[in-house]
């Protein structure tokens, strides 16, 4: 019902900036948040930062002051400056929503982007 397909990223020098972005098909779904999360080989999924339909953001510690999350529509955007060899990761987009009033939130997941900064 839901698919989401990323793309921008690749590999980056230390210092500079990418851009990513996700399309998002929903259909009926009813999308409350959408965001980024990333996973580096060996570590947990993490939150990178998310939207609200209202367009609050969050961010992660790590990424404050670097990274700005957009959102267009059912198109959202991730911003990424300042790249460090830390921010090396698979990058997700989620989004979070209601498939019906009744029904508790449901999370989707993209296939997952490659970011690789080298130093």
């Known amino acids: 019902q839901v698919q989401l397909v990323e793309s921008g990223g690749g590999l980056v020098q230390a210092g500079g900036s990418a851009r990513l972005s996700c399309a998002a098909s929903?259909?009926?779904?009813?999308?409350?948040?959408m965001g980024w999360y990333r996973q580096a080989p060996g570590k947990q999924r993490e939150l990178v930062a998310t939207?609200?339909?209202?367009?609050s953001t969050n961010y992660a510690d790590s990424v404050m002051g670097r990274f700005t999350i957009s959102r267009d529509k059912n198109t959202l955007y991730l911003q990424m400056n300042s790249l460090e060899p830390g921010d090396t990761a698979v990058y997700y987009c989620?989004?979070?929503?209601?498939?019906?009033?009744?029904?508790?939130?449901?999370?989707?997941w993209g296939q997952g982007t490659q970011v690789t900064v080298s130093s």
């Open positions: 989620n989004a979070r929503g209601k498939i019906a009033t009744w029904t508790p939130e449901t999370n989707f």
């Open positions: 929903v259909g009926t779904f009813r999308m409350n948040t």
């Open positions: 939207i609200t339909n209202g367009g």
